[in-house]
């Protein structure tokens, strides 16, 4: 019976080990994956001042519009400011910016028309609401445009980092555990 007792808890001790091993390697590739990735946009982004924004004009284009120029196939929203005492361009994200510049906030439902055009027309009725609101700009105070809502901000690295952070804690627990319980019974054995 004894015997049987010793084999089951190291069965058991070697599973709980290979778990606690498994959890840190897992936290280690995410840290590679989101030090690779997610960092370098971080650093990238230079939308790191905040100020007040104060709306001057929304304006949906649409694309009979804006003939001559290369535009896109969905309804875009138009939205002037003025922030840190200067005219701005108000773009919804970093990534807006770079898919259009001609466009500050573009619609998630691009297949159907007429949902995007509501879409726009609601965010542009949003901003009507609240005229007065944060946003980011870039420090060099050249720039003519500012940022709604940064993507690659601290708390999106911070959030990012929360769940490798808590599986590499997990997993070192678990190993420490187990050989704190094999160092103990270790010591019980000897006396």
Request: hydrophobic content about 40%; glycine content about 4%.
């Amino acid at each position: 019976m004894v015997k049987k007792l010793v084999m089951a808890q190291k069965r058991g001790e070697t599973r709980a080990l290979c778990l606690g091993v498994a959890m840190v390697m897992c936290a280690v590739i995410t840290y590679y994956v989101l030090v690779t990735t997610l960092l370098p946009l971080y650093q990238k982004s230079v939308w790191t001042q905040e100020s007040k924004c104060h709306l001057i004009e929304t304006n949906i284009r649409d694309q009979e519009e804006l003939k001559g120029k290369k535009v896109p196939q969905y309804p875009c929203l138009w939205v002037n400011v003025s922030a840190a005492g200067r005219w701005a361009v108000l773009y919804h994200t970093e990534d807006t910016r770079d898919q259009n510049q001609q466009c500050s906030y573009i619609p998630g439902s691009l297949d159907n028309y007429q949902m995007a055009r509501v879409d726009v027309e609601k965010v542009r009725a949003n901003f009507h609401e609240q005229q007065v609101f944060y946003c980011f700009s870039a420090p060099p105070g050249n720039e003519t445009s500012v940022l709604f809502r940064r993507l690659y901000g601290p708390q999106t690295l911070l959030f990012s980092l929360f769940w490798p952070t808590f599986l590499l804690t997990g997993g070192l627990l678990i190993i420490a555990m187990v050989k704190s319980n094999q160092y103990l019974s270790i010591l019980a054995a000897q006396k």
